[in-house]
């Protein structure tokens, strides 16, 4: 199986600050979509259009046929470079109006969600020319379409996107890897969105944010691995919750990343957002059920 010819993957390095001031290296994907007009899904970190500007040229194409940046949600590695895209393009921005606000606020978002070097990954903010809903249709030409399918848990206005014509699923950052550190606002609408993706008949390969492209049975085997991994999560939350001498939030997380063997770096205010996100489900022990 190979990715369809309309789709360009492009696989942009970038580094964040950890909790220690550590540099990590990360990537990101943005995708390009090219038919009689160019649509870009996400936009990378700061200064990533020169990399995206740089492949279109490349392949004969330019900036200006870009004529929609869809943004999958608001985070720094998603919308970073979306203000540069738009000044470069003129294209129009659309997004989920969950996450419209901290993708007009860049601002907003860090006070709200507060992330080490934050500026360093985000040019600015930039204005939402579109907002799109579960069910909207996105046409691309040629007989070709996106179905916008809302996927809250990474974040409220999270989205996928759905291209039939190809079995391509784009997912952003819906689905977590099992060896990694999942980063979500509620675990239990992340457990829902995955398993709504995981039963979309025809996927053929799996797009991700953060993960190389799956293709066939290895795609739903990377959904069903990151929902044990939410799952497993979620039950070590409680437990860590009951055996806390007081509901320290902090405290649960630090539990919470000593059982599941992580680096002590990683009780940080960000994955305690995540991790507490399971008190509020203390009545489901299971979540991937019912």
């Known amino acids: 199986m190979t990715i369809p010819s309309a789709i360009h993957p492009l696989k942009i390095p970038f580094e964040i600050i950890d909790p220690t001031g550590a540099s990590v290296p990360r990537f990101v994907y943005a995708y390009l979509i090219y038919g009689e007009e160019i649509t870009l899904i996400d936009s990378g970190v700061a200064s990533s259009e020169r990399i995206i500007f740089d492949h279109l040229r490349e392949t004969g194409r330019s900036p200006e046929e870009i004529s929609r940046l869809i943004l999958t949600h608001a985070h720094p590695d998603h919308m ?87 079995g391509a699923l784009f997912s952003a950052d819906a689905i977590p890897l099992a060896r990694g550190m999942p980063i979500y606002d509620d675990v239990l609408s992340s457990v829902r969105s995955i398993q709504r993706l995981r039963g979309i008949e025809g996927v053929r390969v799996l797009l991700s944010a953060w993960d190389e492209p799956r293709f066939g049975e290895e795609a739903r085997r990377i959904m069903d691995e990151g929902l044990r991994h939410l799952q497993r999560i979620h039950a070590v939350v409680i437990r860590a919750a009951g055996s806390a001498p007081s509901p320290d939030k902090m405290e649960i997380c630090r539990r919470t990343v000593q ?22 489900h203390l009545d489901r022990s299971d979540l991937l059920r019912g």
């Open 80 to 166: 970073g470079a979306a203000r540069a895209v738009k000044e470069a393009s003129g294209c129009s921005v659309a997004c989920h109006p969950a996450d419209k606000g901290w993708i007009e606020d860049a601002g907003q978002q860090l006070a709200d969600r507060p992330v080490p070097g934050f500026w360093d990954l985000v040019a600015g903010s930039v204005g939402v020319d579109e907002e799109l809903v579960d069910g909207d249709r996105i046409d691309l030409g040629g007989g070709q379409d996106l179905e916008v399918i809302h996927t809250p848990g990474h974040s409220s206005g999270s989205i996928s996107l759905w291209m039939a014509e190809g």
């Open 259 to 280: 059982e599941l063997g992580l680096p002590e770096a990683m009780a940080n205010p960000l994955n305690c957002r995540s991790f507490i996100s399971s008190l509020r």
